[in-house]
Every structure is written in structure tokens, then in C-alpha cells.
């Protein structure tokens, strides 16, 4: 529920920043500035923004990025089957490709 409460709560700003009407720096403000007026809604607001920072450096989705933002605060890989998403979000965290995943394994 709250992961899809946080969707919800960034997509329009990753909209914006798409169509360049809103900054990156912007949205984060924005987002941090919404998550100190208290907790209108079950939202972590400055995870929210650490969200909306890797979606757009990575140019993936705000539900790809979570992931990512999770393995990352973990320090643990992610294990996807979606090669884009594999591939972006190296910059992010250690990710590994599901089919590769017996080849890692040997060698970890």
C-alpha cells in the first residue's frame, strides 16, 4: 500500500521533470518541504525524494528507481529478469540479470 501511495505521490513530478517544467533539485525541494509538514499521508517524503533523484539520473521509472533505492540502502544487489533495468541501474547499485544469476553465483 505504501509503496503504491509513493508512486502515486511522485508520478506527477517526474512528469514534470520530463517535460521540463520542474527541475530536478525543484522536486526534490518540494518533496522534502511536503514531508515536513507532518504525515498527511503514509509517505516517507525523504526516501520520496532520493526516489524521484535516481529516476531521473538513470531515466528510469519512479517504481524501477524504488527498487533500486531499496538495494541500494540495503547494500544488497538486485536480481532483475529486466535487462534495462539491469543495465541502468548500474550507476545506482549492483545489479545482476536474473539469467546470469547461476554464472554470479559460482563466482561470488
Known amino acids: 500500500m505504501e509503496q503504491r501511495a509513493r508512486g502515486y505521490a511522485l508520478k506527477p513530478f517526474e512528469r514534470c521533470i520530463k517535460n521540463n517544467i520542474l527541475k530536478v533539485q525543484d522536486g ?15 509517505i516517507l517524503w525523504e526516501e520520496s525524494a532520493e526516489i524521484l533523484k535516481i529516476a531521473t539520473a538513470s531515466g528510469l521509472t519512479t517504481r524501477d528507481s524504488t527498487y533500486l533505492w531499496l538495494s541500494k540502502k540495503l547494500e544488497g544487489k538486485l536480481i532483475t529478469a529486466d535487462e534495462e ?24
Open 85 to 108: 533495468l539491469r543495465r541502468r541501474g548500474e550507476i545506482i547499485t549492483k545489479t545482476v540479470l536474473l539469467g546470469e544469476l547461476g554464472s554470479f553465483l559460482k563466482h561470488s
Open 28 to 42: 526534490v525541494e518540494a518533496l522534502k518541504a511536503i514531508g515536513s509538514l507532518g504525515n498527511l499521508i503514509p
